[in-house]
Structure formats: structure tokens, C-alpha cells
């Protein structure tokens, strides 16, 4: 059989298959006794029903946001994450152009949309003091970022009372509704 009838005939299956009953793993036809609506008789049913509706509409990803979690899977004391390179002859506009590149080349592309508009917008107004922190919080992971920009979690004392970090969070919310992409580079 040639592809082109192979491929006619899957989709000649599929328009035959129309419904997806969540919580079976059976494909079924309108015609079928399976795809009518399950009769609730008990509330033993009726607790089945309401359990299997609340899980096909439940989050299938949830973000695990305790703090039994965040401790069961917290890094292992005996390995501290590395410090960072100091650079203490770092001139202002090598600082500045580091930090255009760390912010648009993350590693995940959630951080680097926000942090790449981000410095797009910010960096060229920010002094050398301001430089200086929004360095030491690109040295933080970027899931934590992240979160703490999007105020999924709460930033650690260390960044509590953090101007960039506030900048950040503004700048995350996106008010204005704008539609973002990666900036090009220069």
C-alpha cells in the first residue's frame, strides 16, 4: 500500500472514531453504549464520577510548592553551589554587556524571554550599584528566578527587599499586555 492510501486510511479510522471517553482507555462511537453519559445510581458512583471529573480538571503538572517537598528535594549540604568568578577590574560598559548575554542565554527559555526584555529595557538606565545586584541575582538558578518573578514563590530574605528583584516582578506581570520576544542581538 502506497502512503497515500495508508494515510487515507488512518484518517477514514478516525473520522469513524468521534469520542474519548477520559478515564477509559477505549476509543467509542456515538453509536456505542460506552459513550453514553454513565448512569449514577449510588453515591458510591456518584463519589466515582465526582473523583474522576475532579482529576481530568485538576492541574496534571502541579507545581510542588510545600515545604516538605522543597526539603525532600533541597541539594545536599556537602556539595555548596559554586561562587561565582570575580571580576574586579571589570569596567562598567564590560559589565553591562556581560549581563545582556547571561540574560538572554539561560539555559531555559521561560528566563531568558523574561530576563532578555528585561535587561533590553532596564539595563541601560541602571547604575553601577544596581549593575552590581542584578549580577549577584543572575547568579541565582533559574527556576528560582523564575518563580520569584513570576511570584510563585516567595524570594528568600536575601532578595526580600531587592529593587531589581521588584523591577523584575513588574516587569513579569506584563501589565501592558505586550507581546514579547527574544531581542536580537546587537
Known sequence: MDSGGLTSGIFRTLRNLTAFRPGTLLWCSP????????????????LRLLSR???????????PHTPEHL???ASASE???LPPLPRPNETV?????????????????????ILSTFAREHLAGMSEAELREYDKLLDEADWDIYYWATEERTPPERWAGSSILEKLKIHAR?????????PSLP
Open 31 to 46: 453509536a456505542s453504549p460506552r459513550c453514553s453519559p454513565p448512569s449514577v445510581d449510588s453515591p458510591r458512583q456518584q
Open 174 to 182: 506584563n501589565e501592558g499586555k505586550v507581546v514579547r520576544r527574544m
Open 53 to 63: 471529573t475532579a482529576s481530568i480538571r485538576a492541574d496534571p503538572w502541579p507545581l
Open 79 to 81: 556539595n555548596p553551589p
Open 93 to 113: 560598559s564590560t559589565l553591562r554587556a556581560r549581563l545582556v548575554y547571561q540574560s538572554r542565554k539561560r539555559g531555559t527559555l521561560e528566563s531568558d524571554l
Open 71 to 73: 526539603a525532600s528535594t
